[in-house]
């Protein structure tokens, strides 16, 4: 059984920094396409950033480029959000998605599309607010 958990949401003041976590059991994160999304109040879920064992690459929202990193801890079955530069409207339900189901040539397109992915963790608050 699949099992995502995120970790490291909270209130931050405007300019601040927080890093998310993102673990598995029962899952090889490290071996395929994990996702963060997130989804603010009155607001549609949106992809924020990805990162693709599967094709090396790394995606990125237009609102958070420049300021949040996405990486991955092999040894500890690990995927880390980091955001710099919070924002307020950065505030939102963030959550960790596996198991990505799309073609991996489509991923360019589909990695922010949350039906492509199979496995999805609780969320974790994160507020930015002074």
């Known amino acids: 059984q699949v099992h995502v958990v995120e970790s490291g949401g909270g209130l931050v003041q405007p300019g601040g920094s927080l890093r998310l976590s993102c673990e598995a059991s029962?899952?090889?994160?490290?071996?395929?396409?994990i996702g963060w999304f997130r989804q603010a109040p009155g607001k549609e879920r949106e992809g924020v950033s990805c990162?693709?064992?599967?094709?090396?690459?790394?995606y990125y929202a237009d609102s958070v480029k420049g300021r949040f990193t996405i990486s991955r801890d092999n040894a500890n079955n690990t995927v880390y959000l980091q955001m710099n530069g919070l924002k307020p409207e950065d505030t939102a339900v963030y959550s960790c998605?596996?198991?990505?189901?799309?073609?991996?040539?489509?991923?360019?397109?589909?990695?922010?599309?949350?039906?492509?992915?199979?496995?999805w963790g609780q969320g974790a608050q994160v507020t930015v607010s002074s």
């Open positions: 990162i693709s064992s599967r094709d090396g690459n790394i």
């Open positions: 029962g899952f090889a994160l490290h071996l395929d396409v």
């Open positions: 998605a596996a198991g990505y189901r799309g073609p991996i040539t489509l991923l360019p397109r589909l990695w922010d599309d949350s039906r492509e992915y199979s496995y």
